[in-house]
């Protein structure tokens, strides 16, 4: 049972540069979540999925997209990367959308 | 948005030690999560509380869920080296599909051997 699997663990982009950060969870939980987060600053949601299909934005979504074609996959995309957007993400998944399970994150930096 | 507020954003404790870290907020919440993230990984659940004025235990560590629903504390006692890390405490207003958890910004807490 792996739980969260984010990939890759680290990347350097240059501004402008695009990429795909994966998730995956073998929980077979409805709930998925990407938050990125900034030193000394918490975690700010970007987007959150309820269900294979359905997703929707959160507290940061600007510059980044999502999909959720299935239960386990929750790609997050980022088509023009810009410095802003170095940070570290998180992607978790959740049965009642209470109690979340978190990957071990992947860190981003745009120069 | 609401907001978690924890603060100081650090704390030093000596081995052995208990320590004591709040949550507090303006909003109502209905539901209070303490996390525990240690270096290079993704937070990891500690404690969830569901109920105003809930006491709940987790080996050293205790967590209240505040009657007045607008906070929460994290006990910890006896402090040990592996206890380093940084303590986020998270909070639901709502409940439902669509409802969202909100972070405080984490303490880093030291322990000095």
């Known amino acids: 049972n792996a739980g969260v699997t984010q990939t890759p663990k680290f990347r350097i982009l240059k501004i402008g540069q695009s990429m795909t950060l994966q998730c995956a969870q073998d929980?077979?939980?409805?709930?998925m979540y990407w938050y990125r987060q900034d030193p000394g600053m918490g975690l700010k949601l970007i987007y959150y999925?309820?269900?294979?299909?359905?997703?929707d934005k959160g507290e940061v979504p600007n510059g980044y997209n999502v999909s959720r074609s299935t239960t386990e996959d929750f790609p997050l995309r980022l088509e023009l990367a810009a410095p802003s957007q170095t940070s570290v993400y998180f992607c978790?998944?959740?049965?009642?959308?209470?109690?979340?399970?978190f990957g071990q994150g992947t860190r981003l930096t745009v120069v | 948005g609401q907001q978690l507020n924890q603060s100081p954003q650090s704390m030093f404790i000596q081995e052995g030690e208990d320590v004591s870290m709040n949550c507090t907020s303006s909003s109502i919440f209905n539901t209070w999560l303490w996390y525990k993230q240690d270096p290079g990984e993704g937070p990891v659940l500690l404690i969830a509380l569901y109920k105003a004025g809930e006491l709940t235990s987790n080996g050293r560590l205790t967590a209240q869920f505040g009657i007045t629903r607008k906070d929460s504390f994290l006990n910890i006692s006896a402090s040990i080296p592996s206890d380093v890390g940084i303590y986020f405490c998270?909070?639901?207003?709502?409940?439902?599909?669509?409802?969202?958890?909100?972070f405080g910004k984490g303490i880093t807490l030291s322990v000095r051997p």
């Open positions: 978790a998944s959740s049965y009642t959308n209470t109690e979340a399970f």
């Open positions: 999925s309820v269900g294979a299909g359905i997703t």
């Open positions: 929980m077979n939980h409805n709930y």
């Open positions: 998270a909070g639901q207003i709502e409940t439902g599909a669509n409802s969202k958890l909100t």
